[in-house]
């Protein structure tokens, strides 16, 4: 198991000062690839953020079951935010063998860091889903959403009428408030459109068309895949 406070000191310039404010990715990341270093990157940019933590999900509520084990995504993981000072692996989910609500790493979190603003970023589809999830009313009084549309695509459907009124009053385009109180806020952010998606990814591989994906995927992650055999079948994981 790795220390969450020592993977983040390691990177940090001053260990000293407090954290300010941070950005959180959650996924399996099965397998991690460049669309999301370039959403957390961008995110971080954006808000000037001390870093933004990609979150794996060792057993994932959501989603089906990953095609790699849990080993395999976290090790993979690493590899790609190695060389990005701004991005952190948090592997809080990991110390759990079942389940974890993101309610429950969000209350983690906030326990360790209870003045700094925290920003979940989001896609416009997986938001949508939010009144599924656990206890999602308390979500707004620990973070911020940072929901991400892609530049191009369709427009988002129109959120379920009980989202949109938890919603409406907590929108914002200051994307200084977000960093300024530690939660409550909804934020929208046009990113342009990637061409890597896991989906994608796993299908390519286990049809052996590695050329295809070779631009998707840093190189480190695609040399461990190769390595381990990993995505040899189709799989339903995302």
Known sequence: MVHKTLLYEHRHTNPLLPLRAMGLLGG?????????????????????????????????????????DACHRLAMLRLAVAPHAELVVDTREFDSLQQNYTLWTLQSLRAEYPEASLLWIIGEDAFAQLPTWHRWPELFDATHFVIINRAGERAPEALPEVLQAAVLPRLTDDKRALTSRPAGLVYRLTLPPQPASSTLVRAALAAGRVDSIAGLLPAPVLAYIARHSLYQTTSHGS
């Open 28 to 68: 399996t990341f099965d397998p991690v690839h460049e669309g999301h270093l370039a959403i957390a990157r961008a995110v971080n940019a954006h808000f000037g953020l001390d870093h933004v933590r990609l979150i794996p999900a060792h057993v994932p509520v959501h989603r089906p079951t990953p095609g790699a």
